[in-house]
């Protein structure tokens, strides 16, 4: 077996997956964020010493799907949000190998959901595809003949961060980004500035289908958003398949509509019809996707779902 871990802000996820990469055993325990690099991949670890406490499976191997910049060779987390304490720098594949005597690997979380959805998710055997997360923030990553493609600098596929998208200011220091459309964070802001209202993304998703007329129009405004970067993304590199995960994702009868009304009011250049998939894998997308890198790693030449490929792995590669 292979476990996947998924270290979130608020939970972090754990999987023991099969060699095709099937979920045998899950468990989801609470990311103590606020105290520290140790502590949240000590929670990750006891999590995975339970599931195989259930089981009499050999652990191969441990990846791992965190948040943030990271140095993928180094296993290191580079820069974290705010919101993590002590986390930024931290060693996560030497701390997870000491504690389990197991090769470990680092993925960000975007990375490894593409990763996810690409070998046993929506988009398995797709060769070419742009991954979004829309989540707090909005991230993104490319699976580019048959493998993740992380571009020289480690940002390729950032599409949450791609100007173009109005003039609001974004987390990340620039104006204009699809973050501040479609995260959950700009969701809630959005609605906020419409009617005063304080909600979080989901109260507004249930206020939009109750038929709240200000909900409706910020969820057409960020469908629109994500639209117009799926349009982007034709445009300049011919990918016409799209996947679509994150808490937002989770509303996605109210995403899906906006994002087709766009897309054929202006159809892409190439007159090729874009495909738009909601995640198949739900929770499960990043600790499957971080447990296929590690397989990958482990049997770079066999012929399981894992074997597609970090187009780099000693770049940093970013997330929203």
Known sequence: MVAGVDIGGTTTQVALC?????????????TPAAAGGAAMVGAALD???????????RLLGVGVGAAGLVDARAGRILVASDS???????????????????PAFLDNDVNAFLRGEAAAGAVAGEPHVLGMTLGTGVGGALWLEGALYDGPHGAAGEIGHVPGFGDLPCTCGGRG????LASGRAIAARYRERTGRDLSARDVAGAAGAGDPDALAVYEEAGAGVARAM???????????FVIGGGVSRSWALVEQP?????????????????????GLGGD?????????????????????????????NRPSATA
């Open 18 to 30: 099969r060699d095709d990469l099937s979920v045998l055993d899950r468990l989801e325990v609470p």
């Open 47 to 57: 999590a995975v010493r339970l599931l195989l406490d259930r089981t009499d499976a």
């Open 84 to 102: 993590f304490r002590g986390w930024a720098g931290f060693a996560v594949t030497a701390t997870v190998e000491r504690a389990l005597g197991v």
């Open 177 to 180: 980004h699809l973050e501040t």
């Open 231 to 241: 349009l982007v993304t034709a445009g300049l590199l011919d990918v016409t398949t």
């Open 259 to 279: 994002i087709r009304r766009t897309l054929a009011a202006e159809p892409p250049v190439s007159g090729h019809e874009l495909r738009v998939l909601p995640a």
């Open 285 to 313: 997308a990043v600790a499957v996707g971080a447990a296929a890198r590690a397989r990958a790693e482990l049997d770079p030449h066999g012929s399981s779902p894992a074997s597609g490929r970090v187009n780099d792995e």
